[in-house]
């Protein structure tokens, strides 16, 4: 007779799969408060560059142990065979953002600062393969879209110390343009292929669909 997922609630631990997760974020929480712990806090009128992620890193860690007393009181799913693709490809995209935001030297050579511009694309594209169902077209457009959001958030609004593009990309605007515009333009730029990008899907399988129908009732 097959098992039932009753077994889940066997003993003290009702929800196996919750629990787990739970001791995940919370361990990434833990990590992340470790990393930032050099980084100035500041205030609310004026936010250092350490407050944002504390706070990020402390709501990841709450949302963690309720997980934790999820998988202790309610009865759940047991835990399945698992994965390293999804891992090691958050893991990759996480080591190619801190090499490439900045010139990271690395031996006898230094990789190149793409700055926000660069890095934070090419973070969300990697790490979004870490799911097997993933596109490229959507994984770019949400890659240019959450950038343009983190580049008014953090270098408009907020006024954070991070590199947002590189200086040769900075070099391209006229003499004129202050940072604020150049930032506002890079990301409204961003922005719009992203919207271009996810209109450009839609409109053509709409099409296939009904080049199939039409033949389907030829």
């Known amino acids: 007779m097959p098992a039932s997922s009753d077994t889940a609630t066997r003993g003290p631990i009702r929800g196996p799969r919750s629990l787990v997760g739970g001791l995940l974020l919370v ?3 833990a990590l992340a408060l470790y990393l930032t712990r050099d980084l ?3 205030t609310l009128r004026s936010m250092g560059p350490g407050m ?3 706070a990020l890193a402390i709501g990841l860690g709450l949302s963690g142990l309720a ?7 309610r009865s759940g799913h047991p835990l399945e065979r698992f994965s390293l693709r999804g891992p090691v490809v958050i893991l990759l995209a996480i080591a190619t953002f801190a090499l490439t935001i900045r010139p990271f030297p690395l031996g006898g050579i230094t990789t190149p600062g793409l700055g926000l511009l660069g890095a934070g694309p090419l973070t969300v594209l990697i790490g979004g393969f870490a799911s097997p169902e993933a596109r490229l077209r959507e994984n770019l457009a949400l890659g240019l879209g959450l950038t343009a959001f983190a580049m008014l958030l953090f270098g408009d609004l907020l006024n954070l110390p991070i590199p947002m593009f590189p200086e040769a990309y900075a070099a391209l605007f006229p003499a004129g343009w202050s940072q604020d515009g150049r930032l506002r333009a890079t990301a409204g730029l961003l922005a719009g292929i992203a919207v271009a990008l996810l209109l450009i ?3 053509r399988s709409t099409a296939r669909i009904d080049v199939a129908g039409h033949s ?3």
């Open 52 to 54: 944002v992620p504390r």
């Open 40 to 42: 100035s806090h500041g």
């Open 201 to 203: 899907g839609p409109r």
């Open 216 to 218: 389907g009732g030829a």
């Open 27 to 29: 361990g990434l929480a």
């Open 67 to 73: 997980l934790v007393g999820v998988g202790l009181v």
